[in-house]
């Protein structure tokens, strides 16, 4: 009898992954490919939707022959997107990494941008910022309907286009945390928004007549990958003196707060919105694997040490949050394994408290616990290490 398991699709930035998860959540299975989607239009750069697809189904079909896939559900990065016309054809947003060269559309574009202290965005280059890409995808076509790329990828299941509250509002222009609800600055005409439902509420049953090892199974809505991390972190590390860092290509910060609170728009801090949207998450970012990738291909000595004081650095940040009570750091991802980079942090920052995850796939651990909704009694030893 084969295995039941929920699969949840991760889309990064750098790799595309399968993680299977049982009822309990543990890891039954991971399945690993780069992510080498991006191709090259008229001097932009775009995802190849056919070739995701083609990869994301052939996938599924071959671990179906192994496991029985009960539910399925999707997390990403923050930085893309995918829009559908009428006539059902599938039209890729311009990649994160694309660069844009009509002067007169992004003049137009930095002139409608919201005030920072509603979205809690700061402007990043290329298309980091979800918004810049609805508003000049919209410039340059009519009748398009958004998705975002969890969205995205549950509709090749489901024909189903429903997005989420965590990734519409991160670091994108598009939700106004005070009002709680969408900025209309890039609303027009030829561009539709979908409903917006819950991160891990169900949106239907999928079942595929083409292939007999896989029946039925449930779709859950998804949702932006390090947001669904620091929801399963919140779970046992609920007090005041708790961040979350989430490691892999970009390095992502965050800290819970129970109520909207001003944030400097020099800061470089963004927020994320709570799985239950009160509160905020107070968030910073920065590109550490890609340091640490770069340092290494020099050749540079004691990287992890530069890394480490690289993220103490981020960390001072918060120091006005914490006043006297020494910070909780709970890391998860690829360099919460790595045991030079955990030293070096708590070599340099010495009353700091740091717990990292046993797993490097918290996001599709925490995603699977909201899909679930089952009261499972979750023990932290058993999902995080307490580093002495």
Not at 98 to 118: C, D, H, Q, V, W
Not at 267 to 283: H, Q
Request: aromatic share 14%; hydrophobic share 35%.
């Amino acid at each position: 009898m084969k295995k039941k398991v929920i699969c949840i699709i991760d889309f990064g930035q750098s790799h595309l992954k399968f993680i299977l998860l049982t009822g309990k959540l543990s890891v039954a299975r991971t399945l690993i490919i780069k992510n080498n989607f991006k191709i090259c239009i008229k001097n932009s750069s775009f995802y190849d939707s056919d070739k995701i697809e083609k990869t994301i189904k052939s996938n599924i079909n071959k671990l179906s022959k192994k496991f029985n896939i009960t539910s399925l559900s999707t997390i990403a990065h923050g930085s893309g997107c995918f829009f559908i016309n009428r006539d059902k054809k599938i039209i890729s947003g311009f990649h994160f990494s694309s660069k844009y060269t009509n002067a007169s559309n992004l003049s137009e574009f930095n002139k409608s941008i919201p005030n920072f202290y509603r979205s809690f965005t700061p402007i990043y280059n290329d298309f980091h910022n979800l918004g810049k890409n609805l508003f000049l995808i919209s410039k340059e076509n009519k009748n398009l309907e958004f998705m975002t790329i969890p969205s995205y990828l549950s509709w090749l299941f489901t024909k189903q286009n429903i997005i989420d509250y965590s990734y519409i509002s991160c670091h994108s222009f598009l939700w106004d945390f005070k009002k709680k609800k969408l900025i209309n600055f890039f609303i027009k005409k030829n561009l539709r928004i979908p409903k917006i439902k819950n991160s891990g509420s169900l949106i239907g049953n999928f079942s595929d007549k083409k292939n007999k090892n896989f029946k039925s199974c449930k779709f859950y809505n998804g949702m932006h990958d390090t947001s669904a991390a620091f929801s399963f972190h919140k779970n046992f590390f609920p007090d005041k003196n708790s961040i979350f860092l989430s490691t892999g290509t970009t390095f992502v910060l965050g800290k819970y707060l129970n109520k909207i609170e001003k944030v400097k728009n020099d800061t470089n801090f963004y927020c994320l919105l709570t799985s239950n949207k009160k509160g905020m998450i107070l968030s910073r970012r920065f590109q550490g694997g890609l340091i640490y990738n770069n340092l290494k291909m020099k050749r540079k000595k004691s990287i992890e040490d530069i890394l480490a004081k690289r993220t103490i650095r981020e960390l001072k940040h918060y120091d006005k949050y914490f006043l006297n009570s020494k910070i909780k750091l709970i890391i998860d991802g690829y360099f919460a394994e790595n045991y030079k980079f955990i030293s070096s942090i708590k070599k340099y920052k010495k009353d700091i408290i740091v717990y990292c995850a046993k797993n490097k796939n918290s996001p599709s651990i925490g995603l699977a616990f909201l899909c679930l909704k089952k009261k499972l009694n979750l023990k932290k030893e058993n999902f995080y290490n307490k580093i002495k």
